[in-house]
Nanobody, 122 residues
C-alpha cells in the first residue's frame, strides 16, 4: 500500500492542525492505520492508531485528550486532528499501515508514508 501524508506546518502553541494520509494500492479497509512521529535526535514513536473499521482507537499517553485519529474508508484516508498543540509535539509525523491489527512498535510497521513536518512555536 502506498501512503501520502500531508497537512503539516508551523503553528503556535495552543493551536490546531489536521494531518491527512491518503492510501492507494491495496484494499484500505484491510489495514489498521496509525501515526508515528520523530523529533530531532529522538527515536520514532507511536502517536495514535485506528482499527480497520474505525471502531477502536489507541493513543500514546502524551497526546491522549488532545489528538483524534479517524478514517474514511471510502476516500480512503486517515486523519489526525491535533488540538492544544505544544512545542514538544514538534516532529516529523509519519502515517503507517499494518495488515489487520494496530501496531505500536515501529519495527513491526509494514508500510510507511513519507513524513510531514509539524512545528509548534512557543
Amino acid at each position: 500500500v502506498q501512503l501520502q501524508a500531508s497537512g503539516g506546518g508551523l503553528v503556535q502553541a495552543g493551536g490546531s492542525l489536521r494531518l491527512s494520509c491518503a492510501a492507494s494500492g491495496r484494499v484500505f479497509s484491510g489495514y489498521a492505520m496509525g501515526w508515528f512521529r520523530q523529533a530531532p535526535g529522538k527515536e520514532r514513536e507511536f502517536v495514535a492508531g485506528i482499527s480497520r473499521t474505525g471502531d477502536s482507537t489507541l493513543y500514546a499517553d502524551s497526546v491522549k485528550g488532545r489528538f483524534t485519529i479517524s478514517r474514511d474508508n471510502a476516500k480512503p484516508t486517515v486523519y489526525l486532528q491535533m488540538n492544544s498543540l505544544k512545542p514538544e509535539d514538534t516532529a516529523v509525523y509519519y502515517c503507517a499501515a499494518d495488515f489487520l491489527n494496530i501496531v505500536t512498535v515501529t519495527s513491526r510497521v509494514q508500510y510507511w508514508g513519507q513524513g510531514t513536518q509539524v512545528t509548534v512555536s512557543s
